[in-house]
């Protein structure tokens, strides 16, 4: 009798447990559920038990963080130029050198939309038919060449308040794709703010007038113009 006693309270233990499971799926899929994070699907572990590391950035912009600026200031994209290029309040906080370095990335990456936003709109380029402009800019984007470098020679301002301009004076380096000569203009961009209600009072593009670049020095840089 024992053992039969021993057997029936065994298969209700049995019961009672598969009972609690059925009634409580939400509690399991919790306990067993992968993550879904992307860090988490790049440390999956391979087979025999080794953990991957992810590569992905952690910026939310890929590669394209890791990835160095155009302008030639040593720094990631996403550190530099890409971060006002993608950012408004980075755009109204940036110096005029910074925004001439943008616009060189800009073109670079092709991003038309900063080009035209960093456009003051007393420019002579700058169209009321945004679409038309689109694809001015698009023909014009310096597609046979690979933007290697802008080199800032150096910024100035004059005036104050809401009429305060900028000059900056650079080089913007560039290497033809097809036969890998070198190639370089100077150029003297002029900045304005349009108020700040206009890009929340960034400096814009005004005007610019393009010169030949200084003479070059064994490095292959252009001499500082003080």
């Not at 900063?114 to 694809?135: A, C, E, V, Y």
């Not at 009072?201 to 030949?212: C, M, R, T």
Request: overall charge positive; aromatic content about 8%.
């Amino acid at each position: 009798m024992l053992w039969r006693f021993l057997l029936l309270t065994l298969l209700l233990t049995h019961e009672s447990a598969v009972c609690l499971i059925n009634r409580s799926p939400s509690w399991l899929s919790r306990t067993t559920r992968l993550p879904t994070s992307p860090s988490a699907r790049f440390a999956k572990p391979r087979k025999g038990g080794k953990k991957t590391r992810g590569t992905a950035s952690a910026s939310g912009f890929g590669g394209a963080a890791t990835q160095p600026c155009p302008c030639g200031s040593g720094v990631g994209y996403m550190k530099c130029c890409g971060k006002i290029h993608k950012d408004g309040d980075a755009f109204a906080q940036a110096t005029p050198e910074q925004v001439v370095r943008a616009r060189y990335s800009a073109y670079a990456k092709r991003e038309i939309d900063f080009i035209m936003g960093s456009t003051h709109p007393l420019n002579k380029n700058f169209l009321s038919n945004i679409d038309h402009w689109r694809q001015q800019i698009e023909m014009n984007c310096y597609d046979k060449f690979e933007l290697t470098k802008c080199e800032i020679l150096h910024e100035t301002f004059q005036g104050e308040g809401s009429n305060e301009t900028a000059q900056v004076v650079f080089v913007a380096n560039m290497v033809q794709r097809e036969s890998k000569e070198t190639t370089a203009f100077q150029e003297t961009s002029t900045f304005e703010r349009a108020g700040k209600h206009v890009r929340n009072g960034a400096w814009l593009y005004k005007e610019g007038v393009i010169a030949d670049p200084p003479d070059r020095n064994e490095t292959g840089e252009s001499s500082q113009i003080e």
